[in-house]
């Protein structure tokens, strides 16, 4: 997979990391960009934080790793930790416990190799811990220690942030409120590696994502395009679905529904706290999504739209068959019985109508 | 006051003995509880070993092997000699050094318990935020060990004030250079004056049981406010 030009858009991380363990061999080559939220995405256990600790330096490992033009590991030498520019957040609330929240800052700023390259109100005003300067680590709650310990990675102006599931070790609503925190830092420019389990998670912040098994690379590259692969859906089982963004452009009070334009195609969701233009992305589960051959105008399904069926493949359950559908420039994923397939002839080229039941705004 | 100016003597010495010792222990003994904290090498067992010898051997041997190594034909003695400092029994620097042998699991077992429950988390969080092992010890590991640098040194003070065996072989019974409280007090009772015997035996219980008793309650004080861990 790994060809010429794929090392020739070295312009992020380039990573080939080899660490034998007792029971277990970490094995992962791959690109990383250097824009956006990179997501390492797999099951608990299956090598995500070793990796990231690799990145940063706090492992071990054969291999080589290369960020932009900066080599940090070859065969030859190693680049120490605290020469990296990186930020790295840790699962668990990491503060320095005998300073406040000001001097855990002032340690990063104060130890940054260059000026920094987002403002230091900038990043205190984005993860909302203006009010927190004067606190002790003890004194504060694990969301707001997490914020602390983001805007503390972003002090030191790190070329690249790595997150090992900082969501870990919060609740659901703080949980939700963290990652629109993590959304706007994103937005401030860093590249982030983003450690998770959570394909939840994923579908809400990540461009690109890492997929890996037991230690294994399953497949690397933009989130839409991986989701949709059937091997990693397959995978997903239930969770299986696509990504899709789009703007919002009709709002229609009347029935509560919002239009979402995403290429050609619009589609209805429920309104809540949607504005006119606001970018959006939207979730489709392949289990929410059905296919008829015609528009069916009878149906309790208010978006139905075109496609073309992309592929055909096996599913989780021999029952089941996994379609990859083209909706204009989109891709869906639909999940039916084998039966269905087989009584509507679906094959590859074949005109369909996409019934999507129900689509989760992510983000 | 039935203290006789060899007391005052014997006391000054001996508190001088006790800062020299805790300072040394300091410095020497920071170093040694960091690696035996931090390493995954095999040998820690040994070194971890030979380091609490002085916990369960008699004084005398560990005594007995010093004076073995520093007299003329010992291989420290030999080595003094050469440097032109002459030997180390019967001296003020011959009893420091025994007592930083016979002190050191006092001041490294602490420290070593300390660094070992700041673990490795704030070490790797100071290294990705671009501070350097050194940086990182002092701005971050001396200031969360502070209990643990207090309880080392207290004790390394303490069981300094209170050696006599190690120091009776070593360094003998000199005035104002070896014979120190300890010492004084044996002196004393063998030649059955024992109410100067008295007047050094209660004054070293009671600094003792008041060394100990400040030492718990500092760590209680510490744990109220949960800092330092």
Not at chain 2, 181 to 194: A, F, M, P, T
Request: with cysteine; aromatic share 8%; glycine share 8%.
């Amino acid at each position: 997979m790994v060809g010429q030009s794929k090392i020739m858009f070295a312009a992020g991380l380039s990573l080939k990391v080899k660490k034998q363990f007792p029971k277990f061999l970490l094995d992962v080559s791959c690109e990383v960009a250097s824009s956006g939220v990179t997501a390492v995405f797999g099951h608990s256990g299956c090598g995500k934080t070793t990796l990231l600790r690799c990145i940063a330096g706090l492992e071990s490992f054969e291999g080589r790793l290369s960020f932009k033009r900066q080599v940090w590991k070859d065969n030859r030498e190693t680049v120490a930790t605290h020469s990296r520019a990186i930020g790295y957040v840790f699962q668990e609330p990491s503060l320095f416990s005998h300073l406040d929240v000001e001097r855990n800052l002032v340690f990063a700023e104060k130890r940054s190799k260059r000026a920094a390259i987002i403002e230091r109100k900038t990043i205190i005003d984005v993860l909302g811990i203006s009010a927190l300067l004067s606190k002790f680590p003890e004194e504060l709650s694990g969301g707001e220690k997490q914020r602390v310990a983001i805007a503390r990675a972003l002090l030191s102006a790190p070329d690249l942030i790595l997150m090992d599931e900082p969501l870990a070790s919060l609740d659901y609503h703080a949980k939700k409120r963290f990652l629109r925190y993590v959304t706007s830092v994103k937005k401030l420019g860093v590249p982030i590696i983003y450690v998770s389990h959570s394909i939840d998670e994923v579908c809400e912040i990540a461009d690109d994502i890492i997929y890996m098994d037991q230690g294994q690379l399953v497949s690397s590259g933009k989130l839409v395009d991986v989701l949709t692969e059937p091997a990693i859906a397959a995978r997903l089982e239930e969770e299986a679905g696509s990504v899709i963004s789009g703007e919002v452009t009709r709002l229609d009070d009347q029935w509560m529904l919002a239009g979402i334009q995403f290429g050609d195609n619009l589609l209805w969701i429920k309104s809540s706290d949607l504005t006119i233009k606001q970018n959006i992305r939207l979730r489709i589960k392949a289990s929410d999504v059905s296919l008829s051959l015609t528009k069916t105008p009878d149906s309790s399904i208010v978006n139905q739209l075109e496609g073309v069926v992309d592929s055909l493949s096996k599913d989780f359950h021999p029952a089941l068959s996994l379609v990859s559908i083209r909706v204009g420039s989109d891709r869906m994923l639909a999940r039916v019985t084998k039966k269905s397939i087989n009584d509507m002839s679906l094959k590859m080229g074949s005109s369909v109508w996409v019934n999507i039941k129900s689509a989760a705004v992510v983000s | 006051m039935m203290l006789s100016p060899d007391d005052w003597l014997a006391i000054g010495l001996t508190i001088k003995l006790a800062v020299t010792v805790v300072v040394l222990l300091l410095l020497i003994g920071t170093p040694i509880a960091w690696w035996l904290a931090t390493t995954t090498c095999r040998l820690k067992s040994i070194f971890e070993a030979l380091i609490a010898l002085p916990l369960v051997l008699p004084p005398t041997v560990i005594g007995f092997y010093l004076l073995m190594l520093m007299s003329p034909d010992g291989f420290v003695g030999q080595v003094t000699q050469s440097l032109g400092l002459g030997t180390l029994p019967f001296t003020f620097s011959g009893i420091v050094i025994a007592s930083i042998f016979y002190s050191l699991p006092f001041v490294v077992q602490p420290l070593q318990n300390t660094f070992q429950s700041i673990g490795k988390r704030p070490r790797e969080v100071a290294a990705t935020l671009g501070a350097s092992p050194f940086d990182t010890f002092f701005s971050i590991v001396v200031p969360l060990s502070k209990k643990g640098f207090l309880t080392a040194s207290i004790l390394g003070f303490a069981h300094t004030l209170g050696e006599f065996g190690v120091i009776l072989m070593v360094g003998g019974n000199i005035p104002g250079a070896t014979r120190v409280i300890s010492v004084q007090i044996y002196d004393h009772v063998e030649s059955l004056n024992y109410a100067a015997a008295h007047w050094l035996s209660a004054i070293m219980i009671v600094s003792a049981f008041l060394i100990l008793m400040g030492l718990s309650f500092f760590n209680r004080e510490v744990s109220v406010f949960g800092g330092a861990k």
